[in-house]
């Protein structure tokens, strides 16, 4: 079945610990994206891919990177740059043909400063 | 003023009663328009798309989408428990390069 993978489930970051969040796709979708969801508020874009080997940062993109060096795969990197990671975080992807669809989205990775 | 808005609730309504949730974007070239359900710890899971102005209806679920008001609302009929969650509100924004544009989301309450 086509999908979004996000791993892992939980994690967890130790002080000034760089941390990288998995998303994988296999619906052949040329556009990714990376949410931040803080409790009790709503998302907020941090990077987005329209293609290979491009990025473009979000409202929130201090403290992360990311890559997109497959059309599959954008992994996203919370750097000790970040200094409240603690979040839910969402990846999403769409079809770039697809503009009038919504996103799809992966079950999310929750991070969590130790 | 945010592009997208939503009553952030809680709204409360007993079961099976008609749950209405709204939302008003400032994007006039906007053109799609979705509905998402998020339960508590879960993603977001895509439940209504409307493109045209007028009525959607998928089950016990119906959109409305009023262009020239900027106003989108979702109707939820027969409300179930099983209702209760966040319910956001996305506009693909021609201004943003055709991202969606979240709202804040509204927790519905749905009490037995």
């Known amino acids: 079945d086509g999908g979004i993978t996000q791993s892992p489930k939980y994690l967890f970051r130790k002080e000034g610990q760089n941390v990288t969040l998995s998303c994988e796709q296999n619906?052949?979708?040329?556009?990714m994206y990376w949410y931040r969801q803080d409790p009790g508020q709503g998302l907020r874009l941090i990077y987005y891919s329209q293609i290979v080997n491009d990025f473009q940062k979000g409202d929130i993109a201090e403290g992360y990177s990311v890559s997109r060096e497959k059309k599959e795969s954008f992994p996203l990197t919370v750097t000790s740059a970040q200094k409240n990671p603690t979040a839910f975080y969402l990846c999403a992807s769409r079809g770039a043909r697809d503009s009038n669809y919504g996103y799809t989205f992966g079950s999310g990775t929750r991070l969590t400063v130790v | 003023q945010k592009e997208v808005e939503q009553n952030s609730g809680p709204l409360s309504v007993p079961e099976g009663a008609i749950a209405s949730l709204n939302c008003t974007y400032s994007d006039r070239g906007s053109q799609s328009f979705f509905w998402y359900r998020q339960y508590s710890g879960k993603s977001p899971e895509l439940i209504m798309s409307i493109y045209s102005n007028g009525d959607k209806e998928d089950g016990r679920f119906t959109a409305q989408l009023n262009k020239a008001s900027q106003y989108v609302s979702l109707l939820i009929r027969d409300s179930q428990p099983s209702d209760s969650a966040t319910y956001l509100c996305a506009v693909n924004s021609y201004n943003q390069g055709g991202k969606l544009i979240f709202g804040q989301g509204t927790e519905l309450s749905v009490k037995p």
């Open positions: 619906l052949n979708h040329d556009a």
